[in-house]
Nanobody
């Protein structure tokens, strides 16, 4: 089992930046694809970004392309989401998730991720 803990959320003005971190613990000997998702009040959870084990495959939602950057440091068992040029529409609870597998395990679908963090709140004021 893998435990995921997000951090780095907070309140920021529109146009500002935040960096989210997701630290993994437990069974981390296997390869994992990692994803970031977000959910705003009254809305469904949506995909934000995903990265494969080696970092060779990366995907972003169209709404965040050019503004967000996902990265990982496997030596630290940590995944990051650098968020720049934040907009009020980015306000949501952000979750990291993990799925076992190699480079082909990366997916944009929430249903395939078995491990989830507790979430961290990101609020962007206008």
């Amino acid at each position: 089992q893998v435990q995921l803990v997000e951090s780095g959320g907070g309140l920021v003005q529109a146009g500002g930046s935040l960096r989210l971190s997701c630290a993994a613990s437990g069974r981390t000997s296997s390869n994992y694809a990692m994803g970031w998702f977000r959910q705003a009040p009254g809305k469904e959870r949506e995909f934000v970004a995903a990265i494969s084990w080696s970092g060779g495959r990366i995907y972003y939602a169209d709404s965040v392309k050019g503004r967000f950057t996902i990265s990982r440091d496997n030596a630290k068992n940590t995944v990051y989401l650098q968020m720049n040029s934040l907009k009020p529409d980015d306000t949501a609870i952000y979750y990291c998730a993990a799925r076992r597998g190699g480079e082909a395990a990366i997916t944009l679908a929430t249903i395939y991720y078995a491990y989830w963090g507790q979430g961290t709140q990101v609020t962007v004021s206008s």
